[in-house]
């Protein structure tokens, strides 16, 4: 491979881990700005609690509830936020496909929201050990939902899911509006062929047409002298 | 003398109640909008005397939703409620005439100034922090 070509993989892989991290960060923020105004508010009940007029406790329970509901969203995204960290420790690592594929899609929603997409993974029951690169499948994943998400108008939907197929699985981005084929578009899918030659996978579905509404690629169950058997080494479960 | 109407817009539902509830604990008519769409549906319905527009929301965004404000109903003095990295945003909307600007976390004590020097003196451009 050129190093030119790694160069420009290394260079995206890292605009991408920052562009999530960023993403988050956010939503953390968000989390925390509604906890402060929670705890701002609660303290504005007992303030203003006195003999005559005593803190209503149903007012205080509801405050607590919510607080606590803010507590575990925020608790899901850096849980989230870690496992992806984590995902960049191995270029090769054997994981449950399922896990990935739902957690770049929590990661994604943010952008969905400012979009007024829903986003949403479309998952078997059964869970699907791949031996491959963890970082560069979310990548591929995210780089397919950021140009569906392109394309997509509002309130309309994106769905995520993935089959298996002999020898590996092939992983699906399906919108409801067509996918354009503008340069912007053009500019976001660039890469996506670069990193699925990484992964050691072909790309399925990406139409010249302008009526595709199926963005598609295969990757194979195992790459570089790993395999999917080895359960023991399972990443992100 | 007449208690002061504000409308507090921000896509954070559970944001835009505990705010409106701490501005009437200090004695200032709140309602909340989740978009800005419902924001210029509400300020079409009924008067208020200050708006304020988170800069980042989905749809209609914070500077459109002020832009569209302004042309509308220029007498509502908007106050800019910005995130972290959204500096440009709110130099941009001070331009486009919001009055002043706050940083999240919100100080609830600093807003309630906020919206009583925007009513005393207008569309002056001051910045918040």
Known sequence: MSEARVDRIGQESLAFMGKIMAGQSHEVTNVLNIINELSGLQQDVLLSADHENPARLSKLREICGKIQSQVARGEKIVRNMNLFAHSADTPLAVFDVKGLIGRIVFLAERWARLRRVELTAKLPDETTALANCPLGLQHAIFVCIEAALLSASDKRRITVGYALVDGGAEIGIESADPMLRNPEVDTRLSVLPLIISELGGTLRALDDGEESHRLAFFIPRNRGGISSDDSGRIQGV | ?129
């Open chain 2, 1 to 129: 003398m007449d208690r002061l109407r504000v409308l507090f817009v921000d896509d954070e539902q559970e944001l835009v109640s505990a705010v409106v509830e701490r501005l009437e604990i200090r004695d200032i008519d709140a309602c909340g909008a989740a978009s800005g769409v419902e924001a210029l549906q509400k300020l079409n319905q009924q008067s208020y005397d200050v708006a304020i527009l988170d800069v980042r929301m989905p749809g209609l965004s914070g500077l459109e939703t002020l832009r569209r404000v302004k042309y509308e109903h220029p007498e509502i003095a908007v106050i800019l409620l910005s995130g972290h990295g959204s500096t440009e945003d709110v130099d941009r909307g001070l331009q486009l005439g919001a009055c002043a600007y706050l940083q999240k976390p919100v100080n609830i004590d600093h807003l309630v100034d906020l919206i009583r020097k925007a009513t005393q003196e207008g569309s002056t451009g001051s910045r918040g922090e």
